[in-house]
């Protein structure tokens, strides 16, 4: 079974700081990575990708890392400011005959001014 | 706003009754996705369609079903609810989302919150 996994239901961080998102996944059938925003009564909206040919990819203040080998990515976002409050899910595509996008259960991130 | 629009934001309904959910995707978009997001759960990929076809199937119920339009808006049908089909779900939609684009990014719409009682 292809899952991806955020084992952090929630992170407080102080505004400024850095805030590290975790996410893990089962197997090396997924080949793409996404992360995605939501706040509360809205749909997610996409945030950054990887590729599973790169290691690392940035955008502003968000970079995602990717470690193949340990099958594990992160998401940093420095410096980190009260608006990035939300729910972060990772998400992974896998690809073959069926491919579909497969979703983390979010963490809740808490930005403190 | 995304651009993908979701239709009636609210719905309560009794166990045994049929729903239609309505999507209409961003202008240009090609693919619409179904997904379900249960208390605690993640999202839950249901359905895909490109362009009026049914093009990947994920974890989708019998008694649910859906369809694309000619118009490319879509619908879900839900059937014979159950109090465990209460969630929230999600459309979203993408410009092709399929051959070798499948790896494109989705845009959401802000769901439509079913409750089953």
């Known amino acids: 079974d292809q899952q991806v996994k955020q084992n952090s239901p929630s992170l407080s961080v102080q505004e400024g700081r850095i805030s590290i998102l975790n996410c893990d996944y089962t197997?090396?059938?997924?080949?793409?990575f996404l992360w995605y925003k939501k706040y509360p009564a809205e749909g997610p909206t996409f945030l950054i990708s990887?590729?599973?040919?790169?290691d690392k990819n940035e955008d502003g203040r968000f970079t995602v890392f990717l470690n193949k080998s340990a099958k594990h990515l992160s998401l940093h976002i420095v410096p980190s400011q009260p608006g990035d409050s939300a729910v972060y899910f990772c998400?992974?595509?896998?690809?073959?005959?069926?491919?579909?996008?497969?979703f983390g259960k979010g963490t809740l991130l808490t930005v403190n001014p | 706003d995304s651009g993908v629009t979701q239709t009636p934001k609210h719905l309560i309904t009794a166990t045994g009754q049929r729903v239609t959910l309505r999507c209409s995707p961003r202008?240009?978009?090609?693919?619409v996705y179904w997904y379900q997001q249960s208390l605690d759960q993640g999202l839950q990929f249901l359905i895909q369609?490109?362009?009026?076809?049914?093009?990947a199937k994920g974890n989708i119920l019998e008694r649910f079903s859906a369809q694309q339009f000619p118009d490319l808006h879509s619908e879900l049908n839900l059937s014979s609810l159950e109090l465990g089909d209460s969630a929230l779900y999600f459309c979203?939609?993408?410009?092709?989302?399929?051959?070798?684009?499948?790896?494109?990014?989705?845009?959401f719409g802000p769901g439509t919150r079913l409750l089953v009682l």
């Open positions: 202008s240009g978009d090609l693919s």
């Open positions: 979203a939609s993408s410009v092709l989302g399929a051959g070798g684009a499948y790896q494109e990014t989705q845009y």
């Open positions: 197997n090396s059938m997924f080949d793409y």
């Open positions: 369609y490109y362009n009026g076809e049914e093009r």
């Open positions: 998400a992974g595509w896998s690809g073959g005959s069926n491919y579909k996008l497969t």
């Open positions: 990887i590729s599973s040919i790169k």
